[in-house]
């Protein structure tokens, strides 16, 4: 298989000219008011959309995707594959980062030595696509060529989620990818508050960090020597508002220029007011929960027997089809959302493409209880973020009262995704609450990630919490990971999607929209992967 990418213009639509725009537009600030805070300012600190948002306006990455995540040319203009595990990117020339010094082949090799060295990291973020390289080098200063240990298709898409560093910001000889010798790094390597701080928080994006405070405010400062060209704002100005009804109440006092997720019950408000707009753009995020199925005793289930009825497929079922999707759609997410009955949207790469419907059948769901032992029900603990996903908490409340109408005794405990993300990690959960957007917008994007048994390489299985393991899941996506032949890899792909979804460890809700409302004046690009990026937004005339 080859795949190269083409150098159709240097600058799209993200990326106007400022001599298109009036004066008046490049001085202004623009003011977001965002449903969920980045945690860092660090772009490998974690794997997590808001926190990725954030660093595509400070940094660049290999390939870039579009707003429908269509591969873009980034500080790679081309990429090319030798039809097995070699890939060979050309760089992007004359590019500079944001302290002045050059971008170059050495930068790159620092920042997948990095994700591999990042103590400070959340979970694996980001080790799970350097783990897989076997070799890593530089002919000269302008081409990459990344030898894997394995086949990967998706290299380049992958890659688009990077974000690359400055070799600059740490003391170095020479850099090369050896992790054994450090990589060449001889002082200390990046932490997250060494980013936090502004310190090492040095890009090639279009903007530049200006300030963090964090439960505050987000300043970001036009980059005027960004290689695709001046952005129209001058500033931009991230404000953390967690709760919809005052990110609208602010758009509406002029607050805000632009705020993200909306309610869409309140998208009525502003509908008809000539000083509004409003977008709605489907997602790939997949809302579900994850589900402990590993140990024998659960630290939130409690059950008459001292079990963890967790591990009981019967059980799992049961909480499936106590489950009403249709209505927490219709309810709760205001129609702004479409029931999942699988892992990713119907019609994507490697998705089922007539997947069963999850029936809502609460007598289905007590007569399996009955059948696993668990007549009278037991005990558990829902927990989920409140600040992260649309509605997360109440769609938990939600969720927590159907388990309860058959006898399974459900609590919440919704907390603020600072706190909840890193115990998630650490497997602290019974039954987790999850979102998942595909990076690659194919089915392997979740399959790769959550459900595998981890590998060595930590290349796969890497949000595994819950401890699920199917020898033959295991044997279907490592063979899909590595296949190039995309009939192959979607037929195979296919067959891992059925795989997990029979087991029930991960019971799928619904796949979220996003939503942004702003200011008439203003024109905003909705995005399938929901990032809220300054560089989506433009002056309307």
């Known amino acids: 298989m080859r795949q190269r990418a083409l150098i159709t213009t240097l600058l799209g639509a993200s990326m106007l000219s400022a001599s298109l725009l009036g004066t008046s537009a490049m001085a202004q600030t623009l003011r977001i008011a965002l449903a969920s805070e980045p945690t860092a300012v660090d772009p490998h600190y974690h794997d997590l959309t808001p926190n990725n948002a954030l660093a595509q306006h400070i940094f660049d990455s290999l390939v870039r995707q579009d707003e429908k995540q269509a591969l873009q040319p980034g500080l790679a203009t081309t990429w090319e594959n030798d039809g097995k595990n070699r890939w060979t990117f050309k760089l992007r020339q004359g590019v500079k980062f944001s302290n002045g010094q050059p971008f170059g082949a050495q930068d790159v090799v620092f920042t997948f030595c990095r994700t591999l060295k990042n103590e400070t990291k959340v979970s694996d973020s980001f080790a799970d696509i350097t783990g897989n390289f076997a070799k890593v080098e530089t002919p000269d200063a302008g081409t990459l060529v990344i030898e894997t240990k394995e086949p990967e298709p998706l290299l380049p898409t992958l890659l688009s989620g990077l974000p690359i560093l400055s070799a600059s910001i740490v003391q170095h000889g020479e850099i090369k990818y050896d992790i054994a010798s450090n990589c060449g790094v001889t002082g200390p390597w990046p932490a997250v508050n060494n980013f936090n701080d502004g310190t090492m928080a040095i890009g090639t994006g279009p903007y530049k960090l200006k300030s963090y405070v964090r439960g505050s405010a987000i300043e970001l400062e036009r980059n005027p020597d960004h290689w695709g060209g001046q952005q129209p704002w001058a500033s931009v100005r991230f404000l953390p508002v967690t709760n919809a009804g005052p990110r609208l109440a602010g758009l509406l006092a002029g607050d805000y220029d632009v705020i993200e997720n909306p309610a869409a019950r309140d998208l009525g408000r502003i509908k008809g007011d000539k000083r509004f707009g409003h977008v ?262």
């Not at 199925?293 to 079922?317: E, H, I, Y």
């Not at 558990?380 to 006898?407: E, M, P």
């Not at 595909?438 to 890497?462: D, H, I, M, V």
């Not at 909705?526 to 005339?541: E, F, H, N």
């Open 280 to 541: 709605i753009t489907p997602s790939t995020r997949v809302i579900y929960f994850q589900l402990d199925v590993a140990r024998d005793q659960s630290p939130f289930v409690k059950a008459p027997d001292g079990k963890n009825p967790l591990k009981d497929a019967r059980v799992r079922k049961a909480m499936s089809l106590a489950i009403d999707r249709e209505a927490i759609v219709k309810r709760i997410m205001d129609g702004a959302a479409e029931p999942a009955y699988q892992y990713l949207p119907t019609g994507m790469f490697g998705t089922l493409p007539n997947p069963p419907k999850l029936a809502y059948d609460p007598a289905a769901a007590k007569k399996l209880l009955a059948e696993a032992g668990y007549p009278d029900g037991f005990q558990l603990t829902l927990s989920a973020t409140n600040d992260r996903y649309i509605n997360d908490s109440q769609i938990t409340q939600a969720v927590a009262q159907y388990l309860t109408q058959i006898g399974i005794k459900a609590e919440v405990d919704a907390m603020t995704r600072a706190i909840y993300f890193p115990r998630r990690a650490k497997k602290e959960f019974s039954v987790a609450l999850g979102g998942w957007g595909s990076a690659t917008g194919e089915a392997a994007s979740f399959l790769r990630q959550w459900p595998p048994t981890p590998n060595e390489t930590k290349t796969l299985g890497g949000s595994n919490y819950g401890g699920y393991k199917n020898e033959e899941f295991d044997k279907v996506i490592r063979a899909a990971v590595t296949t190039l032949d995309d009939k192959k890899r979607a037929e195979l792909l296919q067959q891992a999607m059925t795989l997990v979804l029979a087991d029930g460890a991960f019971i799928p809700l619904h796949f979220e929209s996003g939503i942004w409302a702003f200011k008439s004046e203003l024109s905003v690009a909705g995005r399938a992967d929901q990032y809220m990026l300054a560089m989506s937004v433009k002056p309307a005339k």
